[in-house]
């Protein structure tokens, strides 16, 4: 499953629930490792504007 694949999974099992009641834990997995990838990098950024 690609990044791609499972963003659209998530956000149809979140926006769309009553047509995607269900959403599979490899979409769950990629799409939280994708999230705190990019809070990680968003924190990274912020410290070096804070130096």
Not at 4 to 14: G, H, R, S
Not at 15 to 22: A, G, I, M
Not at 24 to 44: D, F, N, P, T, W
């Amino acid at each position: 499953m690609t990044l791609e694949e499972a963003i659209q999974e998530f956000e149809d099992f979140c926006y769309h629930h009553s047509l995607h009641p269900e959403i599979s834990s490899e979409a769950i997995a990629i799409a939280l490792k994708a999230m705190i990838y990019q809070q990680e990098q968003i924190i990274k950024e912020c410290r070096k504007c804070s130096k």
